[in-house]
Nanobody
Framework: QVQLVESGGGLVQPGGSLRLSCAAS????????MGWYRQAPGKQRELVAV???????NYADSVKGRFTISRSNAKNTVYLQMNSLKREDTAVYYC??????WGQGTQVTVSS
């Protein structure tokens, strides 16, 4: 049984930083692409960043230069470092693993 457990969300002021983590069990992440999606109220879920087993990375234009996705195969964990956060980054962030696996989501709120 695959489980993805996200952590690290919270409330942060504009310009601040957060680091999201997604710890996996029941699946070996080193063989899979992984990513982060987000969904803001009233909007569709959108891709934020993805990292392959290569690893190579790809980012949504809206977060390029501010967010960094990384992985630790030893810890079976994927991370999303978010810097220079903006109000429009407010959303529920979901971890995704190739094969159709999703985490439960973690809320990120950027507000003063």
């Amino acid at each position: 049984q695959v489980q993805l457990v996200e952590s690290g969300g919270g409330l942060v002021q504009p310009g601040g930083s957060l680091r999201l983590s997604c710890a996996a069990s029941g699946i070996i992440l080193s063989f899979n692409a992984m990513g982060w999606y987000r969904q803001a109220p009233g909007k569709q879920r959108e891709l934020v960043a993805v990292i392959t087993s290569g690893p190579s990375t790809n980012y949504a234009d809206s977060v390029k230069g501010r967010f960094t996705i990384s992985r630790s195969n030893a810890k079976n964990t994927v991370y999303l470092q978010m810097n220079s956060l903006k109000r429009e980054d407010t959303a529920v962030y979901y971890c995704w693993v190739q094969g159709g696996y999703w985490g439960q989501g973690t809320q990120v709120t950027v507000s003063s």
